[in-house]
């Protein structure tokens, strides 16, 4: 019931928009997260929104450059990049949280057991 879209190739200094539609059941008010993986590397955290209140965090190595928003209406949530680096060239996926969580839990994907399929980005030249 998660699906991430909008990958693709872009030259450095380029941007993207990812887009992950949550509709098809209720997620409550679980956060919503966006994690990427590398090649050989572990998924790491990136961008997480509340879907009430709209508290955003970033991980820092994204802060500044992608922004992440909600529609609570179509129950979408999407993910700006803008700037982007070869580094952040990765499979990048959505997911929903388990529970409410607080702000200590909120960047550990062990805590989100919801996830859609990946969307590759890849920033090259």
């Known amino acids: 019931q998660l699906q991430a879209s909008g990958g693709g190739l872009v030259q450095p200094g380029g941007s993207l928009r990812l887009s992950c539609s949550a509709s098809?059941?209720?997620?409550?008010?679980?956060?919503m997260g966006w994690f990427r993986q590398a090649p050989g590397k572990e998924r790491e955290f990136v961008a997480a929104?509340?879907?009430?209140?709209?508290?955003?965090y970033y991980a820092d190595s994204v802060k500044g450059r992608f922004t992440i928003s909600k529609d609570n209406t179509k129950k979408t949530v999407a993910l700006q990049m803008n700037s982007l680096k070869p580094e952040d060239t990765a499979v990048y996926y959505c997911?929903?949280?388990?529970?409410?969580?607080?702000?200590?839990?909120?960047?550990?994907?062990?805590?989100?057991?919801?996830w859609g399929k990946g969307t590759l980005v890849t920033v090259s030249s």
């Open positions: 997911a929903a949280a388990n529970g409410a969580l607080i702000a200590s839990e909120i960047r550990r994907k062990d805590n989100y057991g919801y």
């Open positions: 929104i509340r879907w009430s209140g709209g508290t955003i």
């Open positions: 098809g059941r209720t997620f409550r008010d679980n956060p």
